[in-house]
C-alpha cells in the first residue's frame, strides 16, 4: 500500500457573489495514493468540479477556499498565486472537458507542448521538441512529426484530448485530474482515452482523479469512488465495495437511472423526482431527504454525518440500503 | 453531448411562488438614472424654451457680444456675435438630437431591416446586399461623408441624409451577424413546425432577439454622429451658422479658444452629458437583456 | 399497409467555407439512408458524432429539405412541399431538440412557448387555447400557475425540455422526433424526462424518431433499432436483436465499448474491436465507411459500398461480411455490454 500522494481534509469552497453567499464545497475529505485512481461522481451543482480547481487554484476571486490539501506534504490551500504556478502542470495536471476550448486554435500543437514543457524547466528549444514528440508517441498519436506541426482544427475529438494529456503529463505530474475528460467524446473514443489514462497511470504511476456524472466510468476505472451531492461526499469506498454493497439511496437512485443495455423495451426507470437543491438555502437536514424514496422524519431535521460505517466504506445516512434490498 | 454545469441561480427555483430577484434595485439604478439624464436633456432642449424666457438664438446684436454670465437676460452671457448662449446651447440641443435621433432610427430600420432580410434571404440577394454595403464601410468615413455631403449640400435634411449612409451598413452588419445566428438556433426551427407564419417568425421571434443588440448599438451611435456632424459643420458642410448645433458651436468656438473658452465648453459639456447619458443607458439595458 | 414515416434514398450535404470564403469541401453528412415507422413504434437511431444522424432527423422534418430523397409522412410526400402546403402535411409532425435553452424563445414566457402551435394552426379562440396550456403544462408535470409566467432562464434544464415536449405535444402529434432529448441533463433528470415521454407515448398513442448517441438509452426506449454511421445505415434491426446478435462490426464495437457497471467485468478497451480515428464526414473512405477500422475489411469493402439485406426477421445488416451468429445465447449478463470474440 503506497503512501497517500494527496490529502485532502475538510476542503470548503464559499462563493461570495452579489451579496449571496454559496457553500460550493461543504467539508470533503479523502485520500489519494500514488498509482490509484479515484473518481468523484456527482452531478450539476454537486461540487465535484470546483473542489478540483480549488486544488489546482484555478478558482475566481470571489471564492474562498479553508481546509487543507497537501500535496506530498505541501499545503496547496492558501498558497499564493506565483507559487502555485510552479505546481500547477509540474506536480498537480488538469485534463478539461472540451479540448476545443482548451487548447488555443492559433497556435500549432507541438508549439503547445513544447510551451508547456518550457513553462516548467529550463530546456532548449531542441530537447523541448524532442520531449514533445516523445509525449504525442507516449499519448499514442500516430505520426507525431506531422500533428506537431499541425493545428488543432486539424485533429478529431479525440486526437485534441490526446494532446490535452500530453500537455498535462509533460512535466510528470503526480496527480492528473480528468474533469469531464471524455464527457463530450464518443464513446469509442472516450474507451480509448480510458485505455490510455489507465496505461500511463501503470507506467508512470501517476495518482488519477476522474471527476464525471458516469458511474459506469467509475465502475471500469477507478479504484476508488466519491460520490458527491450539494458539496459534500455522500458516500465514499472501494470500487468494488461500492458497486457491491451501495448504501447511499443516491448512488443506488443514480445507477439505477443509468440507461441499461439489458433493460427490455419501454421499460419506465425508477424515477427520482424533484431537483438538486439550491446551494443558498439549503435545508438542515439531509440535503437529499426531499428525493429521497426512503426519507424518514428525522431526516429533515437533522443531517447524517459522513462517518465510516464499515471498513473502507464511509457514507452519510440514517436510513442507509442494506444489501440484496431493494430502493 | 457536454453536460452544462448548473450556474448559481441568481433567483431561488423553488417550487412555490415566483423568483425573487437579487439586487433588482441596482440593476433598475443603473437603467433610471442615464434614463433620466436624457429625459432632462430632452426636457431642456425641447421644453424649455416654450415655458421659460429663453432668448432667440440668432439674431443678436454685435454690440452685445461677449458678455459674460450672469448679465441679466443672459445666463450664460453671450457669444461673439452677440447671440445668447444659453439659447444657442438649448437650440442647438435640438438640432443635434433630433438628426443624432433620425439617423440612429434611419440606420436601425433600414439597416436593420436589410441586414435580418439579407441573413434570411441569403444566396443572391445577400451577397448584392452586403457587397454593396462593403463598399460603403470599405471607403474611409470622413472621404464618403464629405464626398456626399458636398453632392448634397448643406442643412438639416441633407446632413442627416449624409450621415445616414454611414449608419445603414453598420446596422445592416450587426443584424446580419445577429440574424445568421438566431437562424441556426432549435427554437426558429421548432416555430416553423408549430405553423408560424414567416411574418410571425420575422416580428415576434427574430426581431425580439436582434432588437437589444441594434438597441445598444443605435445608443452608442447617438455620441458618433453628434460628433461627426460637428465636424462636418466645421467643414463648412452640416448645419450652417448661425443655425446652432452643438457640433457647429464647439468648431466655431474653437477659432477663439484661448480667448473666450466658455464659447467651446458650454456645449461641450452638454454633448459629453448626453453622450455618456445615452451609452450608460446602452450599456445598462445590454446588461439587462443578456444577463441573468 | 403504409407505414407512418417513409424515408427513402435521403441524401444530404453541406458545403462549408474554407479559407478565405471559398469553398473548402462537402460534408456528406447523409447519403442514401432508407428506412421505415410504424404508427406506435418508437425507432431509435444511435450513432457517434458525424454519423448524420441530427442531420437526418432535421431532413425527416424538412428543416432544412434534404438535397434529395424520398419522405413520406402519413401517405403525403413533404420534399416538394413549401409553405402552407408543407405546414398541412406536417402539422403532426414534432420535434424536441437536444439543447433545452436553445429550444425555446428566451424573451417568450413558458405560456406563450406553448401556445405557439395553437396561433400557428388556428386552433380554436383564446380562451379555449389558454385552456389547452395548462392541460398540456399539467400533463408534464409543470404547474402552470408556478411556471407559466417564467422565462426560460428562469427554468432549469429539465424544465425547459418539459416544456418543450408540452409544446410539441400541443397538435396531438402522430410523430415526435426526438433529437438528443436528454443528452444535456443530468442522470436523475434524464430519468424523469425519458419517463414522461414513455408515459405520454401510451397515453397519447405517439411514436417516436428517437435519436441519440447512447446505444443503452436508444434501446432502452426503442422497438427498433438504427445504428448510423458517417451518413450510412449499418445495422436496423428489433431491439433485442441487435443487442443479443449484432451482426455488424461497428454496431459489435459500439456494444463493447459500452462502459459496464460491474466492476468485475474487464473494461470496455479490452473488449472494443475498432481501431484508430474516425474518418472525417468530408472525406469518407470508399464503399464502406466504416472499413477504415474494421477489423474483418477485405478489398471488396474498399469496392463496393455493402447495401442493407435481411438476416434474420426484420433484421437487416449492410456488411460484406458480418459477424457470425452466436451460437449459444443465454440470457444476457446482469450488468454492461457484451464481449463479443472476432471471428
Redesign the interface.
Known amino acids: 500500500m503506497s503512501e497517500a500522494v494527496l490529502k485532502v481534509e475538510n476542503l470548503r469552497v464559499r ?1 461570495d ?4 453567499r ?1 457553500q ?1 464545497v461543504n467539508g470533503l475529505t479523502y485520500q489519494l495514493r500514488a498509482g490509484r485512481t479515484l473518481a468523484i461522481i456527482g ?3 454537486s461540487g465535484k ?1 470546483v473542489s478540483s480547481r480549488a486544488l489546482m487554484g484555478l478558482l475566481p476571486a470571489t471564492a474562498t477556499v479553508t481546509g487543507s490539501a497537501r500535496l506530498d506534504g505541501v499545503e496547496l490551500v492558501g498558497m499564493p498565486e506565483d507559487e502555485m504556478r510552479h505546481h500547477r502542470g509540474a506536480d498537480i495536471a488538469m485534463v478539461f ?2 479540448p476545443t476550448r482548451s487548447l488555443n486554435p492559433t497556435m500549432r500543437v507541438g508549439t503547445q507542448i513544447t510551451e508547456a514543457i518550457r513553462a516548467h524547466s529550463p530546456v532548449e528549444p531542441a530537447a523541448a521538441k524532442r520531449r514533445a514528440l516523445e509525449l504525442l508517441s507516449l499519448v499514442r498519436i ?1 505520426d507525431p512529426h506531422r500533428r506537431f506541426h499541425e493545428y488543432p482544427h486539424q485533429l ?4 485534441r484530448q490526446r494532446v490535452m494529456i500530453a500537455i498535462a503529463l509533460s512535466s510528470d505530474p503526480k496527480v492528473l485530474i480528468a474533469d ?1 475528460a471524455t ?2 467524446l ?7 482515452i ?2 490510455l489514462l ?1 496505461e500511463l497511470r501503470s507506467r508512470l504511476g501517476t495518482a488519477i482523479i476522474l471527476i464525471s ?5 467509475a ?3 477507478a479504484d476508488d469512488v466519491i460520490v458527491m451531492y450539494a458539496g459534500r461526499a455522500v458516500e465514499y469506498a472501494p ?2 465495495i461500492l ?1 457491491a454493497q451501495m448504501r447511499m439511496p443516491y448512488t443506488r ?21 424533484g ?2 437543491p ?4 439549503l435545508p438542515p437536514g439531509c440535503t437529499f431527504e426531499p ?1 429521497c424514496a426512503r426519507a424518514q422524519p428525522e431526516c429533515r431535521d437533522s443531517r447524517p454525518p459522513f462517518v465510516e460505517h464499515e471498513i473502507g466504506h464511509w457514507w452519510a445516512c440514517w436510513y442507509p440500503c442494506k444489501d440484496g434490498e431493494p430502493l | 453531448m457536454a453536460i452544462t454545469e448548473a450556474a448559481t441561480p441568481s433567483v431561488l427555483m423553488t417550487d412555490e411562488g415566483p423568483p425573487v430577484p437579487s439586487r433588482a434595485w441596482l440593476r433598475r439604478l443603473r437603467i433610471a438614472a442615464p434614463a433620466v439624464l436624457i429625459v432632462l436633456i430632452f426636457v431642456a432642449c425641447f421644453v424649455l424654451p416654450l415655458v421659460a424666457p429663453i432668448a432667440k438664438p440668432t439674431g443678436g446684436d454685435i454690440l452685445n457680444s461677449l458678455q459674460p454670465a450672469f448679465t441679466p437676460g443672459h445666463l450664460l452671457g453671450t457669444d461673439d456675435n452677440g447671440n445668447d448662449i444659453l439659447a444657442r446651447i438649448l437650440y442647438g440641443g435640438r438640432t443635434s438630437l433630433i438628426v443624432a435621433l433620425t439617423v440612429n432610427l434611419l440606420g436601425l430600420v433600414i439597416g436593420g431591416g436589410l441586414g435580418a432580410l439579407a441573413a434570411q434571404a441569403g444566396g443572391i440577394v445577400d451577397g448584392v446586399i452586403m457587397r454593396l454595403f462593403d463598399v460603403l464601410i470599405a471607403i474611409p468615413s470622413l472621404a464618403l461623408i464629405v464626398a456626399v455631403s458636398l453632392s448634397l449640400g448643406p442643412g438639416l435634411r441633407n446632413t442627416i441624409l449624409t450621415l445616414a449612409f454611414f449608419s445603414v451598413p453598420a446596422f445592416a452588419r450587426i443584424s446580419r451577424a445577429e440574424a445568421l445566428r438566431l437562424r441556426e438556433q432549435p427554437f426558429m426551427v421548432a416555430a416553423k413546425l408549430s405553423g408560424t407564419s414567416t411574418g410571425r417568425i420575422l416580428v415576434r421571434h427574430l426581431a425580439p432577439n436582434i432588437g437589444p443588440a441594434l438597441m445598444t448599438f443605435a445608443m452608442l451611435g447617438m455620441g458618433i454622429v453628434m460628433v461627426i456632424e460637428g465636424a462636418l459643420s466645421f467643414l463648412g458642410l452640416g448645419i450652417r451658422p448661425p443655425a446652432p448645433s452643438w457640433g457647429n458651436m464647439i468648431f466655431q468656438g474653437q477659432l477663439s479658444l484661448s480667448g473666450t473658452p466658455m464659447l467651446v465648453v458650454w456645449p461641450s459639456v452638454m454633448l459629453f452629458l448626453t453622450v455618456v447619458g445615452f451609452n450608460q443607458f446602452g450599456e445598462a439595458l445590454r446588461a439587462r437583456w443578456s444577463g441573468p | 399497409m403504409t407505414a407512418l414515416l417513409e424515408v427513402r434514398n435521403v441524401v444530404h450535404e453541406f458545403t462549408v467555407r474554407g479559407v478565405g470564403g471559398l469553398k473548402g469541401g462537402t460534408v456528406h453528412a447523409v447519403s442514401d439512408v432508407s428506412f421505415d415507422l410504424d404508427t406506435g413504434e418508437t425507432l431509435g437511431v444511435v450513432g457517434e458524432t458525424g454519423s448524420g444522424k441530427s442531420t437526418l432527423a432535421r431532413c425527416v422534418v424538412q428543416a432544412p429539405h434534404p438535397k434529395s430523397g424520398s419522405v413520406r409522412f402519413q401517405g403525403t410526400e413533404l420534399v416538394g412541399l413549401r409553405g402552407r402546403r408543407l405546414g398541412r402535411a406536417r402539422r403532426q409532425m414534432q420535434m424536441v431538440f437536444q439543447d433545452p435553452y436553445g429550444s425555446l424563445n428566451p424573451r417568450w414566457r413558458v405560456t406563450d412557448i406553448v401556445e405557439e402551435p395553437l396561433i400557428g394552426y388556428g386552433d380554436g379562440d383564446a380562451g379555449s387555447r389558454r385552456r389547452r396550456v395548462r392541460d398540456l403544462l399539467d400533463m408534464v408535470g409543470l404547474n402552470p400557475d408556478v411556471y407559466g409566467r417564467r422565462r426560460p432562464r428562469e427554468l432549469s434544464g429539465g424544465q425547459c425540455q418539459r416544456v418543450a415536449i408540452a409544446r410539441a405535444i400541443a397538435l396531438h402529434p402522430a410523430l415526435v422526433v426526438c433529437d438528443e432529448p436528454v443528452s444535456s441533463l443530468d442522470v436523475l433528470i434524464q430519468a424523469q424526462v425519458l419517463n414522461l415521454l414513455e408515459q405520454l407515448r401510451t397515453e397519447l398513442g405517439l411514436s417516436y424518431l428517437f435519436i441519440s448517441h447512447d446505444l443503452a438509452l436508444v434501446k432502452q426506449v426503442s422497438d427498433r433499432v438504427a445504428v448510423m454511421h458517417l451518413g450510412q445505415l449499418c445495422e436496423v434491426g428489433p431491439a433485442e436483436a441487435l443487442y443479443r446478435s449484432p451482426r455488424h462490426p461497428y454496431t459489435v464495437d459500439l456494444l463493447a465499448s459500452v462502459p459496464s457497471l460491474d466492476p468485475n467485468r474487464p473494461p470496455a478497451t479490452e473488449r472494443a474491436v475498432a481501431s484508430g480515428e474516425p474518418p472525417s464526414p468530408m472525406a469518407p473512405p470508399s464503399g464502406c465507411r466504416f472499413r477504415t477500422r474494421c477489423p474483418r475489411a477485405q478489398d471488396l469493402c474498399a469496392a463496393q459500398r455493402p447495401l442493407l439485406r435481411e438476416l434474420g426477421p426484420g433484421h437487416l445488416v449492410a456488411c460484406h461480411f458480418p459477424e457470425p451468429v452466436e451460437e449459444e445465447s443465454g440470457p444476457p449478463t446482469v450488468t454492461g455490454g457484451r464481449a463479443r470474440a472476432v471471428a
Open positions: 462563493f457573489r452579489g451579496g449571496r454559496v460550493a452531478e450539476s451543482g468540479t472537458q472540451d500516430a478529431s475529438g479525440g486526437m469531464e464527457t463530450a464518443d464513446v469509442t473514443t472516450q474507451a480509448q480510458m485505455e489507465a456524472h458516469d458511474l459506469g466510468l465502475a471500469s476505472y470500487t468494488r458497486f437512485a443514480l445507477l439505477d437511472a443509468i440507461p441499461r443495455l439489458e433493460r427490455a423495451s419501454h421499460t419506465r426507470l425508477p424515477v427520482t423526482p431537483q438538486p439550491d446551494l443558498i438555502a428525493r
